[in-house]
């Protein structure tokens, strides 16, 4: 089975540029996150899909932060300004396809300068 | 909300055994998870528990207990690509949430 793609692999902008971020999931799994990562510390929520519909956002910073889920496959994340604090790894994930954990993609490691 | 426990590192020697803890609080419960990431990588998964018990693959094991919050994963028979960071993730409802990791370096 295709696994999680995400594009680019690496980013480096200035702060108040914008960025955006691809994930091409697993095909036909309804449920899709994306995660940051910041170095260090855990991968938080920063918002989780199912189908083109939002379940949980709670923690995206809305006012710079936005995302979407096209036809319910691929999704983008954008940030628009970017801020320093928002250098990290950004990672994309489903479920497999009858099981119940996550699959990552490599991520997107973003840096702000 | 979710609260999920864990040491931040941990140390052991080549051959021997660690136990990686990990105490959560969550408002609902659908599982716990164990992944592992290297330094640079995505997260990978390693083990599943949502019944009360232990959970054995190879030198990897998993135990949860429901009524006290409480999960531990055990690294057996460590070898050096063992060195990795260690993430506990809670599932409630719907939304799956990870702690912070325990970072385990294996020593020769």
């Known amino acids: 089975e295709a696994g999680v793609a995400q594009s680019p692999r690496y980013k480096i902008i200035e702060k108040r540029q914008s960025v955006a971020f691809w994930c091409n999931p697993i095909?036909?799994?309804?449920?899709l996150y994306w995660y940051q990562q910041i170095l260090g510390q855990g991968p938080k929520l920063l918002i989780q899909?199912?189908?083109?519909?939002?379940?949980?956002d709670s923690q995206l910073p809305k006012d710079r932060f936005s995302a979407e889920r096209l036809k319910g496959v691929d999704s983008t994340l954008k940030i628009q300004p970017a801020k320093l604090e928002d250098s990290a790894v950004y990672l994309c994930?489903?479920?497999?396809?009858?099981?119940?954990?996550?699959?990552f993609g490599q991520g997107t490691r973003l840096t702000v300068v | 909300g979710q609260n999920i426990d864990q040491p931040t590192e941990m140390t052991a020697t080549e051959g021997a055994i660690v136990q990686i803890n990990c105490t959560y609080q969550?408002?609902?419960?659908?599982?716990l998870f164990w992944y592992q990431q290297h330094a640079g990588e995505a997260p990978t998964f390693l083990s599943y528990?949502?019944?009360?018990g232990l959970e054995e693959k190879g030198r990897f094991s998993s135990f949860l207990s429901r009524s006290k919050g409480y999960s531990y994963l055990l690294l057996k028979e460590l070898q050096m690509k063992d060195s990795a960071s260690y993430l506990c993730?809670?599932?409630?409802?719907?939304?799956?949430?990870f702690g912070a990791g325990t970072t385990v370096t294996v020593r020769a």
């Open positions: 899909f199912q189908n083109n519909g939002v379940v949980d």
């Open positions: 969550t408002s609902g419960f659908n599982g």
């Open positions: 994930a489903t479920p497999r396809t009858g099981n119940t954990e996550a699959f």
């Open positions: 095909s036909g799994h309804a449920t």
């Open positions: 528990n949502v019944l009360d």
């Open positions: 993730a809670v599932r409630d409802d719907y939304k799956l949430s």
